[in-house]
């Protein structure tokens, strides 16, 4: 089996640089034996096409800085800049906000606040029911909700001088007689409870719990917590807004992954029909959900620029992204596993809780997550919301599976220590072959596979299993292992081709309103329509980026390529077979009344095996010199007016569970730790991850999401924590300075191994998502290692050396 084996030593950095300008990429080199076979009949068409493993199209662009990102999009006299004011407290109201002297500096055109802001309508739902981050509208109230909430926003000529007018303002509050509870220990403290279950989130349930831990012969019962983690990617949050002149129409300038919802938003908010406002977003300098939804301040700044008639540029600070965006939430879980002597599970119970704000009551659940991994006759997940004084938490690469998975995979490292069993081999014991609660069976499921591969890269069979037994000098030395897993969705796509002659040469152009967030995307369709259609992929353009192009997929959740890619070779198929037909009616061409059938096109030739033609020679007899095409695509069983509303700016896909399958990508990740023994330094030398996730459709895009997941994963372990003071409720470490992050010395060797998986359910080409799966089950994997190395169990993000320290 051809397993991918890539393998990189040294810190090569977590992907956050992103998205796509539309430039034709000038050098390309297939990996080859990457070969695609097509997995359904609704794709056919190309049997044995091979998509290779080509280099990023975007490259030339990123490394010489020709990309466009949204805040080089627009410049010149009549673009005025803004800024936000954001409020020092956390709860309470406004009582005053003193202008004057700002609004008496030269340059200042408006202050926008709750005494003159427009009238706006109510947003009755947030993602996934809406494509909001919130709720509230925080510049149209006096009320202080959250440390750093929007409460104005100031425009004037430039930004220098916005910037030192926002600083004359003076804000008057009046405070809350409560404190703030601004952190899920904090609210769950309270005197009386608050947790509450999470919006359309369900119970997921099958047998009786309770009484397999009456019978069990060991029983595992813990509790783990997770920080709140900030997204802090390198392109900070911006817009901006222009009107036309009679205000009818409205183009946006925003770093988005969701081009359709946030039109959709701005088109509800602004009172204006969908068609009129179009959201540009060519490339996105970092994501993973920080910049999914629509945030308030693009809606302040639109009314903005409406107001003083002229182009607004709004600049968001490193500090303010803290708390207009989104954030991974601070949660709790409760994980009781039941066993009997022999490692077979009988029962596994998760109560998962995560903070939201007051806002928001709800939440994305995390036990709908764990209750897929382990075999076992009773089996529980809850989910539970818990109300904070603090802005609205929300996606963040792997939303729940990361935090979940932390509690889940650590209690089955403390029931395989209970045991006394090898933690891979108590994994392996328990694989299910059905989903343990809704009993379908999986699409495919290749964790065994990937613990044994994964294994044998790591040397695992040289583990002792004995805590504190190995070491290097002063060193002690622990290896952990953990599952990962990430759902597959899958969402409709469009896509619109045009083959044309541009000086004599063939030139494909693919368009779609799709956004690359650095996970490849532009590449995948540019490789996917090449093979296609037959040309080198230099001679492709994938346009994506713009709210004006038929609709692609929203950049998350792991269903770009999963989306985008049937609808791609559908759409170049169509291409493909309109080539042919015109080659064979071609009255003057070689192959005039042939059967379509005996002709194939590859490398930019038509040719039956004794006879060929150039595409270009085919296209010049053409009318027009053009082939266009357009096809719509939609995952089997999502319904028509499904598929119609999330292309009116909805969330909308197939997955993970279907009337008939389970559809998940898995991996098995292991960790070394080497801990000091008198300073409790803690170091990772080197981290392996064997990985599933159906056909890789590009090897270098693939491993560079999976690599940079599993640093972000170390980074949950050992870093990344938002620190807040519980007495104001503000964010200490708003910043890159004091906010911990991995750096070149933290991370040494990473090996990505990606596994040959068929999957013929989820989708024609029968991909799953990669972009997540990474990050999930490292940050288990790495205390796994802790308790290895020390005999310490530590069951709280981030590990920090004075947890390893005996109490005084």
């Not at 999009?73 to 709860?91: N, Q």
């Not at 909001?132 to 001088?161: C, K, M, N």
């Not at 395989?416 to 392996?428: G, H, M, S």
Request: proline residues 6%.
């Amino acid at each position: 089996m051809s397993n991918g084996r890539i393998t990189r030593r040294g810190f090569l950095g977590v992907s956050t640089a992103a998205a796509f300008v539309p430039v034709a990429a000038r050098a390309a080199t297939a990996d080859p034996g990457t070969t695609a076979e097509v997995a359904s009949d609704e794709a056919k068409g190309s049997p044995g096409l091979e998509f290779g493993s080509p280099a990023r199209v975007d490259g030339p662009a990123k490394v010489t800085g020709s990309a466009r990102y949204a805040a080089d999009e627009v410049s010149g006299a009549d673009v005025s800049y803004a800024v936000l004011i954001t409020s020092a407290v956390a709860k309470g109201t406004i009582h005053s906000i003193k202008k004057e002297a700002a609004q008496s500096v030269p340059g200042v055109r408006l202050i926008l606040d709750h005494t003159n802001m427009d009238m706006l309508p109510p947003i009755n739902a947030v993602y996934p029911k809406g494509q909001s981050h919130t709720v509230f509208q925080p510049f149209t109230t006096s009320e202080i909700r959250y440390s750093g909430q929007p409460i104005a926003i100031l425009v004037a000529d430039d930004l220098e001088t916005a910037r030192y007018a926002a600083g004359l303002i003076n804000v008057e509050y009046d405070l809350a007689d409560d404190g703030p509870k601004s952190t899920i220990k904090l609210a769950m403290d309270r005197p009386s409870p608050i947790a509450v279950p999470v919006e359309e989130a369900h119970d997921q349930t099958f047998g009786n719990v309770d009484e397999a831990f009456d019978k069990a012969d060991v029983v595992v019962d813990a509790e783990y917590e997770t920080a709140i983690e900030h997204h802090n990617s390198i392109e900070l949050y911006s817009c901006a807004v222009r009107w036309s002149p009679d205000e009818r129409t409205l183009t946006v300038y925003e770093p988005s992954q969701w081009l359709y919802g946030l039109r959709a938003h701005l088109a509800q908010q602004l009172g204006l029909e969908q068609n009129a406002v179009q959201v540009v977003s060519r490339v996105v300098g970092g994501a993973f959900g920080g910049k999914a939804l629509a945030m308030p301040h693009t809606v302040a700044a639109a009314i903005a620029a409406r107001r003083i008639k002229r182009t607004v540029k709004l600049h968001v600070t490193r500090e303010q992204m803290f708390t207009i965006g989104s954030y991974r939430p601070g949660s709790v879980s409760r994980v009781k596993l039941a066993a009997q002597r022999n490692g077979k599970l009988l029962a596994v119970a998760h109560d998962y809780w995560a903070q939201t704000s007051r806002s928001d009551p709800a939440g994305i659940p995390g036990a709908e997550a764990t209750v897929a991994m382990y075999d076992a006759p009773h089996v529980r997940g809850r989910d539970h919301s818990v109300p904070t004084d603090a802005n609205a938490p929300g996606p963040m690469r792997a939303p729940v599976e990361m935090s979940s998975f932390f509690a889940l995979e650590s209690a089955m490292d403390e029931l395989a220590v209970a045991l006394d069993i090898d933690p891979i081999e108590l994994r392996i014991l328990n694989e299910p072959t059905v989903h343990p609660t809704k009993r379908v069976p999986f699409s495919s499921r290749s964790l065994t596979e990937c613990y044994r591969r994964g294994a044998e890269l790591f040397g695992w069979a040289a583990r002792d299993h004995q805590p504190g037994s190995m070491r290097n000098g002063d060193w002690l030395v622990g290896w952990g292992c953990a599952s990962a897993l990430y759902p597959t969705y899958v969402g409709p796509a469009s896509v619109r081709m045009k083959l044309r002659l541009t000086d004599g040469k063939p030139h494909l152009e693919v368009r779609l309103a799709g956004q690359d967030i650095g996970t490849g995307l532009a590449t995948i369709v540019s490789q996917v329509a090449a093979a296609s259609v037959g040309l080198a992929i230099e001679h492709v353009q994938a346009i994506i980026g713009d709210s004006n192009l038929p609709f692609g997929s929203m950049a998350a959740g792991s269903r770009g390529t999963a989306s985008v890619s049937p609808a791609t070779l559908m759409t170049a198929n169509k291409i493909r077979q309109r080539l042919l037909e015109a080659s064979v009616s071609d009255a003057q061409g070689p192959f005039a009344g042939r059967n379509l059938n005996d002709l194939d096109v590859k490398a930019g030739t038509i040719s039956d095996g004794r006879i060929e033609t150039t595409i270009a020679d085919v296209l010049s007899r053409v009318h027009g010199n053009t082939i266009e095409e357009q096809l719509d695509w939609a995952p089997p069983g999502m319904p028509p007016e499904t598929r119609r509303s999330v292309q009116a700016g909805t969330e909308g896909a197939v997955g993970p569970i279907t009337d008939t399958h389970a559809m998940y990508a898995f991996g098995a990740q292991f960790v070394e730790v080497q801990i000091h023994r008198r300073t409790k330094v803690i170091r990772a030398p080197r981290m392996v991850g064997a990985f599933a996730a159906g056909r890789i459709m590009n090897r270098r895009t693939a491993h560079s999401q999976l690599m940079g997941g599993m640093i972000w994963g170390l980074a949950s372990g050992l870093h990344e924590e938002t620190l807040v003071d519980p007495r104001s409720g503000r964010y200490v470490n708003g910043n890159l300075a004091e906010y911990l992050l991995p750096v070149c010395a933290d991370v040494k060797d990473v090996t990505v191994e990606m596994l040959d998986e068929k999957d013929e359910v989820v989708n024609p080409l029968g991909i799953k998502g990669v972009g997540e799966l990474g990050v999930v089950g490292v940050a288990a994997a790495v205390a796994n290692a802790v308790y290895h190395a020390t005999g310490r169990r530590v069951r709280q993000l981030p590990i920090r050396l004075d947890h390893l320290f005996e109490a005084s």
